[in-house]
């Protein structure tokens, strides 16, 4: 479908960035945006706006010349243009409750292993003699030793 054009959707969204946290105006776009036609140049907007990544106020009509008039980046649009992760990065943490009833489902992984069961019975005795901040290490090791194989 070439209706959409991620180089026109860059292009509004850089135009809409470099002038934040105005509004955007007709006049700080090429003259050659009408080369997409309204048709492309409305779906592309709205696309983003869709998207969250622009805001249009006053949106009182489909004609695209009145958007570039009206047009503002989000914060997720900033922070989508900045590949960082900006403060959305940051802001969505999501914290994740470790309780010690986890201790059971590693004692299970241990269970399953090829070691021999006087390795298993001593890995078991550890594991349960660990703090809770030290089986979270224990665990974040793990999870990212495991992640390294799945990725390869």
Known sequence: MNKFDRELQKDILTKCIAVYPSYTFWKQFPPEIQDYGDDVLSANILYLAEHRLITIRNQTSDDPYSFLDNMKATAE??????????????????????????????????????????DKEQAKSKLSALTTESLKTVVQTITTAGLAVLMK
Not at 79 to 93: R, T, Y
Not at 103 to 116: G, P, R, T
């Open 77 to 118: 649009g900033i922070d989508f243009m900045l590949n960082d992760g900006g403060l959305s990065a940051v802001l969505k943490i999501q914290t994740i409750k470790f309780h010690r009833d986890a201790v059971v489902v590693l004692e299970d992984l241990i269970a399953l292993s090829n070691m021999s069961n006087a």
